[in-house]
C-alpha cells in the first residue's frame, strides 16, 4: 500500500512539473533616428515615440507584428492600454501548445537607457512584474524564467548605474539581440549572474525571427551551441547574408 501511495505521489509532482508555466519577458527599445546612434532608417519606421509603425515593434518583422501575425505557435492574449511617457505599449502572448507565455514590451526611444537597465535589473531577478490572466498569476520581470533585450545596443554610448543583488535564487536565461551585444553586454549580464544564451558578435538587425527561432529551441530544452545554430540558420533565410557569415554572428555563453 505504502508504495502504491509512493508511486502516486511521484507521479502527481511530476504532472505539476511538467505543467509548471513558464514565461518570457521581451524588452524593445524602440529604433529612434533622433536619440540612437544608428544609421538612419526611413523616418516612418525610426520614430521612436510611434510604435504602431517601428522597424522593432509594429513593422513586418517587429516583436508585436511577428508574433501576433506571422508566428503561427503563438497567440495574442491582451494588448493592453497604456498611458505611460516611457513604457508606450505592452502585449501578451501564450504559446499554442504549451503553458508558456511571452510578454514584450515597447519603449520610447528616447528612453533607451531606462529599457536596458530594466532589462538588465530583470536579468539579476529584480523588479518582479505580476500579470493577472483568467485567474492565473503571471510572473515576468525578475521572476520570468528568460529574458531578452531588442534593440539599438546603447551601451556603446552610454554607461548604466545599476546595483547588482550579489546573490541570487535563480540564474536568469537572457538573449541579447543588438550589435555587438556580447562585446558590450558581457560586463553587466556577468554581475546580474545571468546566462547569456544567445547573443552577437557583430552588426545585426534585431528582428522578431531571430528571437522566435531562439525560443523555439529554448523551449525544446536546446543547448547554447544548439540555438547559436538555429538562429544563424534563421537569419541567413532572411538576410541571405550567406551560412558562415551568419554562423560567425552569433554566439552562446561568455568568451572563454
Not at 15 to 24: E, R
Not at 158 to 180: H, M, P, Q, S
Amino acid at each position: 500500500m505504502k508504495k502504491i501511495f509512493f508511486l502516486i505521489l511521484i507521479s502527481l509532482l511530476c504532472c505539476k512539473m511538467y505543467s509548471q508555466v513558464k514565461t518570457i519577458h521581451v524588452y524593445v527599445a524602440l529604433c529612434d533616428n533622433e536619440n540612437q546612434g544608428i544609421v538612419p532608417v526611413p523616418a516612418k519606421l525610426g520614430n521612436g515615440k510611434d510604435p504602431k509603425h517601428n522597424l522593432y515593434w509594429g513593422a513586418g518583422y517587429g516583436v508585436k507584428s511577428f508574433f501576433k501575425f506571422k508566428a503561427k505557435d503563438w497567440k495574442l492574449v491582451k494588448d493592453f492600454e497604456i498611458d505611460d511617457p516611457v513604457l508606450l505599449d505592452r502585449v501578451l502572448f501564450k504559446h499554442s501548445t504549451k503553458k508558456i507565455y511571452l510578454l514584450a514590451d515597447a519603449y520610447d526611444g528616447a528612453k533607451i537607457q531606462t529599457c536596458i537597465e530594466d532589462f538588465l535589473l530583470a536579468s539579476n531577478s529584480q523588479n518582479p512584474i505580476s500579470i493577472e490572466v483568467n485567474s492565473e498569476t503571471l510572473k515576468f520581470g525578475g521572476d520570468a524564467d528568460l529574458l531578452s533585450y531588442i534593440g539599438h545596443d546603447g551601451l556603446m554610448e552610454f554607461n548604466v548605474d545599476i546595483t547588482y543583488k550579489k546573490e541570487i535564487i535563480k540564474k536568469r536565461e537572457v538573449i541579447v539581440l543588438a550589435c555587438y551585444s556580447q562585446k558590450y553586454f558581457s560586463k553587466e549580464i556577468e554581475h546580474a549572474k545571468a546566462n547569456p544564451i544567445l547573443w552577437t558578435t557583430h552588426l545585426m538587425a534585431p528582428e522578431a525571427y531571430t528571437l522566435k527561432s531562439a525560443i523555439d529551441g529554448w523551449i525544446k530544452n536546446e543547448t547554447g551551441k544548439q540555438i547559436e545554430e538555429r538562429a544563424a540558420q534563421t537569419y541567413h533565410a532572411y538576410q541571405k547574408c550567406g551560412i558562415k557569415g551568419a554562423r560567425n554572428l552569433f554566439t552562446t555563453g561568455f568568451k572563454k
